[in-house]
């Protein structure tokens, strides 16, 4: 029933948000009186406002076409090289790079956005590195036959990836996937694994979210397990292709993350409202094109989002030592080859300062010459891997890091 009130919900703001969108373009039309008249322009920017705020969003494209490098604008090629029911790994290379250029594996985080998310993070890596991309899909789309997706699932497909990517590939995890990026990591170098990474960096990744915990962590400790499969898995309504399949639904998601900040998310539409009655369109735009990213989510499988809750935000398991992946326990201590770089956001309102440093304590057998810590002083959680703060500052300590490690 969650679902289908969902839908019904959707149907009639969408609708709203159409006859809403027209208004707009009427009030504001240089051929019409209405724009010139006093609360023509007030009365158009609120209901673009609202249009926009209502509005339904799919899977954005990541239209990445050129990148700035050397001096001068490249021409970037993307492409699906490898194709699985639950997500593809996407590559991205521009032109005249060289061709012993370094690979990186960004992993995207499966929390209800899309990995285009991370357009901005791709972007400024592409100046220098063949870049591939966790480009997870939505579970909603993903048919019954195609069997469930949990954590195992998740890291059998990072090592995939590596494995298609070769030897010498290094990895980024932005925010969730350090979990069980890290464990794939550990499983990859007990085997000596001819593809384990060179490096691997985690980016405001809930190793251990006993430090510093953040009210994301408060409300998965505040009930128990059960509470979660009750009250927030759906079942995916029929006219979609993945009918029938128990998820967590993107848009429960989004409602909580922009309720923990509805303060701020309010104070972003009125200045866009602001800038619109004033003219200013190309302000009004840049938030625009932040929420048509940012609301547009997808769902996760019941089985993945419930095993996640329990085992990284009730169990501790990684830092305890109980992780367990295809039967056995994940050995923190193989990891002796892989040199980690821990960042964190002086800021962070998701995952909370040494959560992710965690990771450096847990590796008795890495060098500590192979350990780095770096703390972004005034970013949040979307600054750590999007933004200045990201591209001038986060970057090059990533490049730096790669670098000494390759």
Known sequence: MLYH??????SWLSSAS????????????????FGYMGMGPIASSALDVFAHATATYGKPAWGIETVEAEGKRHTVVEATVVNKPFGDLKRFRRADLPEDAPRLLVVAPMSGHYATLLRGTVERMLENYTVYVTDWADARNVPLHEGHFDLDDYMDYVIEFLEHIGEGAHVMAVCQPS????????????????CAPKTLTM???????????TSVNDLAMERPI??????????VPM??????????????????????NLGNHMMSHYEMFKHL?????????????????????CDMTAEFYL????????????????????????????????ALLAIEGERDDISGLGQTRAALELTPNLKPSKKRYYIAEGAGHYGIFNGSKWREKIAPVVEEFIAAHG
């Open 226 to 235: 059960e509470w979660f499969r009750q009250n927030v898995i759906a079942t």
């Open 179 to 194: 979990v069980p990026v890290f464990a794939a990591t550990a499983i990859m170098n007990r085997d000596q694994h001819p």
């Open 18 to 33: 159409t006859w809403a969108s027209i208004g707009a373009e009427m009030l504001s039309n240089p051929a019409l009186p």
């Open 5 to 10: 009130a969902y839908e019904l919900q959707r």
């Open 203 to 213: 980016m405001g990744g809930p190793i251990d979210t006993r430090c510093s915990p």
């Open 239 to 260: 006219q979609y292709r993945g009918a029938g399949r128990q998820v967590y639904p993107g848009f429960m998601q989004l409602a909580g993350f922009m309720s923990m």
């Open 277 to 297: 009655t004033v003219g200013d369109e190309a302000s009004a735009q840049a938030t625009k094109d932040f929420y048509d990213e940012y609301r547009s989510v």
């Open 307 to 338: 095993q996640t809750v329990q085992e990284v935000f009730q169990d501790h398991s990684i830092p305890n030592g109980t992780f367990m992946h295809r039967g056995k326990r994940v050995d923190l201590g193989d990891i002796s080859g892989t």
